[in-house]
């Protein structure tokens, strides 16, 4: 097993556990709820094979959806930015395209890149898992205020994440 695959498995587990046991029990109010656990699918390598992605969506989710006894809403919103996830590097790939074996970061592409990369893949997440934890539309402007607060709150603690475990 290489150097890089026990990274990716000690980023997943660290992920699932600072998701579970710390950010689901954090109560700002009833709008900020915090998902940090996107962050593995976030810096997965970019030539990584799409259906690993989907795969690793999968488990991710469900690993949140266990803890947290909820069902499959969580699964349902990763594999859905697992999906996505090409489609949006393709849409913020240099010209030049991405060099090969680099994986999405604020060293290899710039803050500016990461933070728009990031959000993108956020609120594609957020919205999908917050209207199917809210049933519908039926309290959508709430729903929405939910969605923006939480994105931002999200995108903080994802870069602060980032800067302090991605370190080259």
Do not use: C
């Not at 290899?108 to 594609?124: A, D, E, Q, T, V």
């Amino acid at each position: 097993m290489s150097r890089s695959n026990i990274k990716y498995i000690l980023l997943f587990i660290v992920s699932v556990l600072s998701q579970t046991l710390v950010f689901d029990n954090i109560y700002f109010s009833s709008y900020i709820n915090i998902f940090i656990y996107i962050l593995f699918l976030l810096l997965l390598p970019i030539e990584t094979n799409k259906f690993v992605v989907l795969g690793l969506s999968f488990i991710l989710g469900l690993s949140i959806d266990i803890f947290n006894s909820t069902p499959g809403i969580h699964a349902s919103a990763t594999v859905l930015i697992g999906y996505l996830r090409p489609a949006i590097l393709r849409l913020y790939a240099p010209r030049e395209g991405y060099e090969p074996n680099k994986f999405p970061s604020i060293k290899n592409h710039g803050l500016n890149w990461f933070i728009k990369y990031s959000i993108s893949i956020i609120l594609i997440h957020h919205i999908f898992l917050f209207f199917v934890d809210a049933y519908g539309f039926s309290h959508f402007f709430y729903t929405m205020g939910k969605i923006l607060i939480s994105s931002v709150f999200s995108l903080i603690f994802i870069i602060i994440g980032h800067l302090l475990i991605m370190k080259e």
